[in-house]
């Protein structure tokens, strides 16, 4: 079975801190997928690496993919309320075919 | 990108009768997906649908228990059947618009009593 394991699953933190989230798998990925989810709704793609090595950025959110593609880390500056959410990653194992992390669920206190 | 509605938003339902979840996109995609995200958790991909022919299921999952249609490039329905309190889930459709780019609907909230 394939899986996907993210730390840490809770994670509460004050207003301005940093945070990092992991996603490690022992297999590897043509791709990783982060997404955000809030409560009631479905979750919305964040950013899809596919280099080993590679580096995105989105405004305060840098993302990374190992070099080896079995791991990712997506790391948050100077966090805010509105960054409060479900964070799931999820690798493309093949054409049509994602697995899903166990997820991070992070609460930004004001 | 891709705008996906889902019907019904939510449900509850009496155990042993069926659910049919409506999954409408506003472009035409070649494969749809199915997943279920069970309280708390993360998701776990059901089927994918391919229209005009059958869907296909992942592993734990019968085409028995989750009837799947994909009449048109738009539009698919996930059913869950002889309902337990068990099927308690989110059920998402998404569809993928460019290579590993999916988005999701909004959810479909089971409740089984």
């Known amino acids: 079975t394939q899986l996907l394991e993210q730390s840490p699953q809770f994670l509460s933190i004050q207003e301005g801190e940093n945070l990092t989230v992991y996603c490690n798998s022992s297999s590897v990925f043509s791709s990783l997928q982060w997404y955000r989810q809030e409560p009631g709704e479905g979750p919305v793609l964040l950013v899809t690496?596919?280099?080993?090595?590679e580096v995105k950025k989105l405004k305060r959110l840098t993302f990374q993919f190992g070099d080896a593609r079995k791991d990712s880390s997506l790391h948050i500056t100077a966090a805010q309320p509105g960054d409060t959410g479900l964070y799931l990653c999820a690798g493309a194992i093949r054409t049509y075919k994602y697995i899903f992390g166990t997820g991070t669920r992070l609460k930004v206190l004001a | 990108s891709a705008v996906i509605s889902q019907k019904p938003s939510r449900d509850i339902c009496q155990r042993g009768t069926s659910l049919t979840i409506q999954c409408q996109v506003d472009?035409?995609?070649?494969?749809m997906f199915w997943y279920r995200q069970q309280p708390g958790q993360s998701l776990t991909l059901i089927a994918t649908a391919n229209q005009g022919s059958e869907a296909t299921y992942e592993s734990g999952f019968v085409i028995d228990k989750f009837p799947i249609s994909r009449p048109n490039l738009t539009f698919s329905t996930l059913t869950v059947s002889n309902l337990s309190p068990e099927d308690s889930s989110i059920y998402l459709c998404?569809?993928?618009?460019?290579?590993?780019?999916?988005?999701f609907g909004p959810g479909t909230r089971l409740t089984v009593l």
């Open positions: 472009s035409q995609v070649t494969m």
């Open positions: 998404s569809v993928e618009k460019a290579a590993d780019t999916q988005y």
């Open positions: 690496v596919v280099t080993g090595g």
